[in-house]
């Protein structure tokens, strides 16, 4: 990027999408984002193995810890979504929920400081599970030509309306489902970055002035920078929850016996 | 910039695709050992609690239940004993009264036989009374008599006619 201007201490500056793809650590399977879903999936497992290893009736504090994580999940998200038949999903939404959660707060943890869903590659996965999951849920549930015709057609509607409605109910299921799905994690992390980016690296760029105002001014960029990192934990915990919330909807739909 | 230097554009909606790979991977570790180690053994521990807890409810509830049903049990006994005694101290009174009375009747008769068996007898004294008064009279006079007149009578069946018929002529007047 030839056209970036290089602040003080060779900061890049405007943040840019190049921001997001540091350099491998070596080559490229073992890069800062490789690392973290790495280091992700062994913190998680060993939370909930050390947690949960001799679990009592009266729980401990941690078994206490696991156990709101499961129940908020079963409770609020899988049985509020799918009905009773939800929670036997509950399980599998808990180790989402919580996998996304620990990955998107590593956006705000100090070292880490970027958040893994912010490449598109991760969210494409966590999405397309849901996706494969819904389609095999309605399919093994009504058989696969009920299913769709169940997901297509839109009952009491005048049949010319089906022109038009069953090539959007068909996008809709296909394509608008999973890639928003995954396309909403992923933004929301990236933009999070980058307003993260925008006023630590401009106040730094600020205090590089020579200008006094100028150099004094930067104490609002980060102050800005510190009221956004806030602000991105409650991004990272609702879009976990906006993600496993959505996926208990579409399998709970396909799942459902009428549109 | 070392990424500038790879000479390796990226767009952001593009996946990598060694990610995608690393992605799964990972999270189908991820998911492989808590759904088989750890998530079962939540959802029995939560559905234990369920148990634990609901069963201590209902617990509870029957022994309330217990407790009302003896409170009631104490109560309707109280009520009883409450009657009862209410009814004994009635009947005390009753008999009481009935008791008075009859000492009463009994007292009243008494003194009614008293006063009717002091009656008789002084019925009876006077009787004897005048009828030795009259004996006596009779002597007293039959010895005046023949004093003042100065014979004696030798008849004695005569002369008790005689005072007889003297009192009774006596007792005639006196009644008329």
Redesign the interface.
């Known amino acids: 990027m030839s056209g970036r201007l290089v602040a003080a201490e060779g900061l890049p500056w405007p943040p840019s999408v190049e921001d997001f793809y540091l350099p491998d650590v070596a080559g490229p399977w073992v890069t800062k984002f490789s690392l973290m879903i790495w280091l992700a999936v062994g913190l998680l497992i060993i939370f909930f193995m050390a947690t949960y290893r001799n679990p009592k009736l009266v729980p401990s504090k941690g078994q206490w810890m696991a156990e709101s994580v499961y129940g908020l999940v079963r409770d609020n998200i899988a049985r509020e979504q799918m009905g009773k038949d939800g929670i036997r999903f509950a399980p599998y939404f808990t180790v989402l929920f919580s996998f996304i959660v620990v990955t998107n707060l590593f956006g705000i943890v100090p070292g880490l400081q970027i958040s893994p869903n912010s490449h598109i590659a991760f969210p494409i996965v966590l999405a397309l599970i849901t996706f494969v999951m819904y389609l095999y849920v309605g399919a093994r549930k009504h058989g696969l030509g009920r299913y769709l015709k169940q997901s297509l057609i839109i009952p009491g509607v005048p049949w010319p309306m089906h022109i038009l409605l069953i090539p959007i109910e068909f996008l809709q299921v296909f394509a608008v489902r999973p890639v928003t799905l995954a396309v909403r994690l992923f933004a929301n992390m990236f933009a999070g970055h980058l307003i993260l980016l925008v006023f630590t690296i401009g106040g730094f760029v600020l205090l590089a002035s020579d200008n006094i105002f100028i150099q004094a001014s930067s104490i609002f960029a980060f102050i800005m920078a510190i009221m956004m990192a806030f602000f991105e934990v409650l991004v990272a915990l609702l879009q976990a929850y906006v993600f496993v919330t959505l996926s208990a909807n579409y399998i709970g739909s396909s799942l459902a016996t009428e549109h | ?4 230097a ?1 000479g ?13 790979v ?3 991977i ?2 189908a ?3 492989f ?3 088989k ?7 029995a ?2 559905q ?2 369920v148990d ?1 807890i609901e069963g201590g409810l209902k617990r509870a509830e029957a022994a309330q239940a217990e407790a009302n049903q003896l409170l009631e049990q104490y109560r309707a006994q109280l009520a009883e004993v409450r009657t009862e005694a209410a009814q004994i101290r009635d009947d005390a009174r009753a008999d009481a009264e009935s008791i008075r009375t009859e000492i009463l009747a009994k007292a009243r008769e008494e003194s009614d036989r008293i006063i009717a068996a002091g009656r008789d007898s002084l019925a009876v004294e006077r009787q004897t009374i005048v009828r030795e008064l009259r004996a006596e009279v009779g002597g007293l006079a039959v010895d005046l008599a023949s004093r003042i007149v100065g014979e004696s009578l030798a008849d004695e069946a005569r002369r008790k006619g005689t005072v007889e018929r003297f009192l009774t002529d006596l007792e005639s007047a006196g009644a008329r």
């Open positions: 910039m070392l990424v500038a790879e390796v554009e990226h767009h952001p909606l593009v996946p990598l695709w060694q990610e995608l690393i992605g799964t990972a999270f570790l991820l998911c050992v808590l759904l180690f750890v998530m079962p053994r939540m959802e521990m939560y234990a609690r634990a």
